[in-house]
Protein backbone atom coordinates (compact mmCIF):
# COMPACT_ATOMS: atom_id res chain seq x y z
CA UNK A 1 0.00 0.00 0.00
CA UNK A 2 2.47 2.47 0.83
CA UNK A 3 4.29 2.01 -2.55
CA UNK A 4 1.18 2.13 -4.28
CA UNK A 5 0.75 6.06 -2.27
CA UNK A 6 3.97 6.95 -3.23
CA UNK A 7 3.40 6.11 -7.04
CA UNK A 8 0.14 7.88 -6.83
CA UNK A 9 1.94 11.34 -5.08
CA UNK A 10 4.74 10.87 -7.68
CA UNK A 11 1.98 10.79 -10.90
CA UNK A 12 -0.02 13.51 -8.76
CA UNK A 13 3.16 15.78 -8.69
CA UNK A 14 4.36 14.87 -11.91
CA UNK A 15 1.21 16.27 -13.67
CA UNK A 16 0.36 18.89 -11.54
CA UNK A 17 4.22 20.18 -12.62
CA UNK A 18 3.38 19.27 -16.45
CA UNK A 19 0.22 21.71 -16.21
CA UNK A 20 2.25 24.67 -14.59
CA UNK A 21 4.74 24.21 -17.21
CA UNK A 22 2.09 24.30 -20.16
CA UNK A 23 0.72 27.69 -18.21
CA UNK A 24 3.80 29.29 -18.14
CA UNK A 25 4.80 28.42 -21.60
CA UNK A 26 1.54 29.88 -22.79
CA UNK A 27 2.09 33.03 -20.26
CA UNK A 28 5.55 33.28 -22.09
CA UNK A 29 4.28 32.93 -25.88
CA UNK A 30 1.52 35.63 -25.11
CA UNK A 31 4.47 37.91 -23.67
CA UNK A 32 5.86 37.17 -27.08
CA UNK A 33 3.44 37.97 -28.89
CA UNK A 34 2.40 41.09 -27.53
CA UNK A 35 6.17 42.55 -27.53
CA UNK A 36 6.22 41.64 -31.21
CA UNK A 37 2.98 43.53 -32.28
CA UNK A 38 4.64 46.73 -30.44
CA UNK A 39 7.46 45.73 -32.78
CA UNK A 40 5.72 45.89 -35.75
CA UNK A 41 4.06 49.11 -34.19
CA UNK A 42 7.29 50.76 -34.34
CA UNK A 43 8.39 49.55 -37.77
CA UNK A 44 4.87 50.58 -39.28
CA UNK A 45 3.93 53.56 -37.97
CA UNK A 46 1.32 54.15 -40.41
CA UNK A 47 -2.17 52.67 -40.71
CA UNK A 48 -2.12 49.56 -43.18
CA UNK A 49 -5.22 49.98 -44.27
CA UNK A 50 -6.10 51.58 -48.15
CA UNK A 51 -8.23 54.99 -48.40
CA UNK A 52 -10.95 54.89 -51.28
CA UNK A 53 -12.50 58.00 -49.98
CA UNK A 54 -11.98 61.17 -47.93
CA UNK A 55 -14.14 62.77 -45.29
CA UNK A 56 -17.28 61.85 -45.77
CA UNK A 57 -18.75 65.43 -43.44
CA UNK A 58 -16.79 67.85 -46.64
CA UNK A 59 -17.99 68.65 -49.76
CA UNK A 60 -14.30 68.00 -51.47
CA UNK A 61 -13.46 65.91 -54.26
CA UNK A 62 -9.98 64.63 -55.22
CA UNK A 63 -8.65 64.21 -58.54
CA UNK A 64 -6.30 62.08 -58.76
CA UNK A 65 -4.04 61.22 -62.12
CA UNK A 66 -1.40 57.87 -62.01
CA UNK A 67 1.12 58.78 -64.68
CA UNK A 68 3.35 56.14 -66.51
CA UNK A 69 2.93 57.38 -69.65
CA UNK A 70 0.19 59.53 -72.15
CA UNK A 71 3.56 62.11 -71.31
CA UNK A 72 1.79 64.24 -74.51
CA UNK A 73 -1.41 64.79 -72.30
CA UNK A 74 0.42 65.74 -69.43
CA UNK A 75 1.02 69.69 -70.47
CA UNK A 76 -2.88 70.34 -71.56
CA UNK A 77 -4.19 68.95 -68.30
CA UNK A 78 -2.09 71.12 -66.38
CA UNK A 79 -3.18 74.53 -68.71
CA UNK A 80 -6.96 73.59 -67.91
CA UNK A 81 -5.95 72.90 -63.90
CA UNK A 82 -3.94 76.32 -63.89
CA UNK A 83 -6.94 77.96 -65.84
CA UNK A 84 -8.94 76.80 -63.28
CA UNK A 85 -7.37 77.51 -60.69
CA UNK A 86 -6.85 73.94 -59.50
CA UNK A 87 -4.27 71.49 -57.81
CA UNK A 88 -4.64 67.82 -57.76
CA UNK A 89 -2.50 65.01 -57.31
CA UNK A 90 -0.60 63.43 -59.60
CA UNK A 91 0.88 59.51 -58.95
CA UNK A 92 4.04 59.36 -60.61
CA UNK A 93 6.02 56.48 -61.91
CA UNK A 94 9.72 56.53 -60.99
CA UNK A 95 10.37 55.43 -64.42
CA UNK A 96 8.60 57.91 -66.09
CA UNK A 97 9.67 60.63 -63.79
CA UNK A 98 13.45 59.95 -64.41
CA UNK A 99 12.79 60.16 -68.25
CA UNK A 100 10.59 63.40 -67.99
CA UNK A 101 11.73 65.92 -65.16
CA UNK A 102 11.22 69.43 -66.48
CA UNK A 103 7.34 68.05 -66.63
CA UNK A 104 7.63 66.82 -63.15
CA UNK A 105 9.05 69.92 -62.09
CA UNK A 106 6.16 72.04 -63.77
CA UNK A 107 3.38 69.80 -61.96
CA UNK A 108 5.28 70.39 -58.48
CA UNK A 109 6.16 74.04 -59.03
CA UNK A 110 2.43 74.86 -60.45
CA UNK A 111 1.11 73.46 -56.89
CA UNK A 112 -0.08 69.41 -57.28
CA UNK A 113 0.64 67.28 -54.76
CA UNK A 114 3.05 64.89 -56.06
CA UNK A 115 2.25 61.22 -55.24
CA UNK A 116 4.53 57.78 -55.42
CA UNK A 117 3.35 55.23 -58.14
CA UNK A 118 5.98 52.77 -57.81
CA UNK A 119 9.10 52.47 -60.34
CA UNK A 120 8.10 50.19 -63.04
CA UNK A 121 4.27 49.64 -63.07
CA UNK A 122 4.41 46.06 -61.61
CA UNK A 123 1.75 44.56 -60.39
CA UNK A 124 2.86 44.66 -56.52
CA UNK A 125 0.72 41.83 -55.12
CA UNK A 126 3.43 39.44 -57.24
CA UNK A 127 6.11 41.19 -55.57
CA UNK A 128 7.91 40.19 -51.92
CA UNK A 129 8.46 42.80 -49.11
CA UNK A 130 11.66 43.77 -50.28
CA UNK A 131 10.29 43.86 -53.96
CA UNK A 132 7.40 46.27 -53.26
CA UNK A 133 10.19 48.51 -50.87
CA UNK A 134 12.47 49.13 -53.81
CA UNK A 135 9.76 49.99 -56.20
CA UNK A 136 8.67 52.52 -53.52
CA UNK A 137 11.85 53.88 -52.61
CA UNK A 138 13.25 54.07 -56.14
CA UNK A 139 10.39 56.26 -57.02
CA UNK A 140 10.52 58.11 -53.92
CA UNK A 141 14.47 58.90 -54.70
CA UNK A 142 13.66 60.51 -58.56
CA UNK A 143 11.09 62.40 -57.29
CA UNK A 144 12.63 63.90 -54.14
CA UNK A 145 15.81 64.54 -56.75
CA UNK A 146 14.11 66.06 -58.84
CA UNK A 147 11.39 68.47 -56.75
CA UNK A 148 12.81 67.87 -53.13
CA UNK A 149 9.86 66.49 -52.20
CA UNK A 150 9.50 63.77 -50.16
CA UNK A 151 6.33 61.78 -51.42
CA UNK A 152 3.92 59.86 -48.39
CA UNK A 153 0.90 58.85 -50.42
CA UNK A 154 1.16 55.63 -52.95
CA UNK A 155 -0.99 54.53 -54.99
CA UNK A 156 -0.45 51.05 -56.37
CA UNK A 157 -0.24 50.38 -60.00
CA UNK A 158 -3.19 48.46 -61.41
CA UNK A 159 -4.95 49.18 -58.07
CA UNK A 160 -3.46 45.86 -56.97
CA UNK A 161 -2.03 44.81 -53.62
CA UNK A 162 -2.27 42.28 -50.74
CA UNK A 163 -1.09 42.37 -47.37
CA UNK A 164 2.82 42.23 -47.76
CA UNK A 165 2.30 45.71 -50.47
CA UNK A 166 0.57 47.29 -47.85
CA UNK A 167 2.98 46.27 -44.97
CA UNK A 168 5.81 47.74 -47.76
CA UNK A 169 4.14 50.82 -47.67
CA UNK A 170 3.33 51.68 -44.25
CA UNK A 171 6.88 50.39 -42.96
CA UNK A 172 8.23 53.42 -45.56
CA UNK A 173 6.07 55.85 -43.82
CA UNK A 174 3.56 55.22 -47.16
CA UNK A 175 -0.58 55.89 -47.07
CA UNK A 176 -2.27 53.67 -49.52
CA UNK A 177 -4.67 55.19 -51.95
CA UNK A 178 -7.13 53.99 -53.74
CA UNK A 179 -10.12 55.63 -55.18
CA UNK A 180 -14.34 55.58 -54.91
CA UNK A 181 -15.02 56.61 -59.21
CA UNK A 182 -13.22 55.46 -61.69
CA UNK A 183 -12.86 57.29 -64.94
CA UNK A 184 -11.97 53.85 -66.89
CA UNK A 185 -10.61 56.66 -69.44
CA UNK A 186 -7.98 54.42 -70.15
CA UNK A 187 -10.72 52.59 -72.42
CA UNK A 188 -10.70 55.32 -74.60
CA UNK A 189 -13.92 55.20 -75.48
CA UNK A 190 -14.81 58.56 -75.54
CA UNK A 191 -15.50 62.03 -73.39
CA UNK A 192 -18.97 60.92 -72.74
CA UNK A 193 -18.39 57.67 -70.85
CA UNK A 194 -16.11 59.21 -69.21
CA UNK A 195 -19.05 62.05 -67.64
CA UNK A 196 -21.00 59.40 -67.03
CA UNK A 197 -19.22 57.16 -64.53
CA UNK A 198 -18.15 60.77 -62.58
CA UNK A 199 -21.45 62.06 -62.53
CA UNK A 200 -23.15 58.93 -61.77
CA UNK A 201 -22.22 59.06 -58.17
CA UNK A 202 -20.18 62.41 -57.29
CA UNK A 203 -20.15 61.89 -53.28
CA UNK A 204 -18.30 64.00 -50.32
CA UNK A 205 -14.86 63.05 -50.11
CA UNK A 206 -14.72 61.39 -53.57
CA UNK A 207 -11.30 60.15 -54.63
CA UNK A 208 -11.99 60.13 -59.14
CA UNK A 209 -9.09 58.32 -60.59
CA UNK A 210 -8.11 59.56 -63.96
CA UNK A 211 -4.99 58.81 -66.24
CA UNK A 212 -3.52 61.57 -68.94
CA UNK A 213 -5.48 60.66 -72.26
CA UNK A 214 -7.09 62.97 -75.16
CA UNK A 215 -10.40 61.79 -74.04
CA UNK A 216 -9.34 63.19 -70.19
CA UNK A 217 -7.97 66.14 -71.64
CA UNK A 218 -11.79 66.89 -73.08
CA UNK A 219 -13.63 65.76 -70.36
CA UNK A 220 -11.56 67.77 -67.90
CA UNK A 221 -13.07 71.36 -67.88
CA UNK A 222 -16.65 69.87 -68.10
CA UNK A 223 -16.08 67.59 -65.51
CA UNK A 224 -15.10 70.27 -63.01
CA UNK A 225 -17.70 72.97 -64.46
CA UNK A 226 -20.46 69.78 -63.58
CA UNK A 227 -18.76 69.46 -60.09
CA UNK A 228 -18.45 72.97 -58.72
CA UNK A 229 -22.38 73.28 -60.12
CA UNK A 230 -22.81 71.07 -57.39
CA UNK A 231 -20.90 72.88 -54.98
CA UNK A 232 -17.90 70.50 -54.80
CA UNK A 233 -14.06 71.87 -53.65
CA UNK A 234 -11.76 70.07 -55.90
CA UNK A 235 -8.60 69.18 -54.59
CA UNK A 236 -5.86 66.81 -53.55
CA UNK A 237 -6.02 63.60 -52.35
CA UNK A 238 -4.59 65.42 -49.10
CA UNK A 239 -7.44 68.00 -49.03
CA UNK A 240 -10.22 65.39 -49.26
CA UNK A 241 -8.71 63.21 -46.68
Known amino acids: MEVETVKVIFLSFRRNTIIHFAI ?3 LFLLLLSIHAGEAMTVLNPSDNTPIYKGNEN ?5 LECNVVWGTEYIGP ?8 DIR ?16 LKRIA ?12 HQHHNNLNLDGNRKEILDT ?8 G ?11 EFNKTTLQAAASLGYQTIMWSIDTIDWRRDGTD ?10 HNGALILMHPTADTVTALPVMIEKLQGLGYHIGTVSDAI
Open 149 to 159: IKTTLFAPPYG
Open 58 to 62: EQVIA
Open 24 to 26: VAL
Open 109 to 120: GEGHEIGNHGYS
Open 193 to 202: KILQRVMKDP
Open 77 to 84: MLDILKEK
Open 88 to 103: ITFFIGGDWAKNNPDL
Open 140 to 147: EKVVEAVT
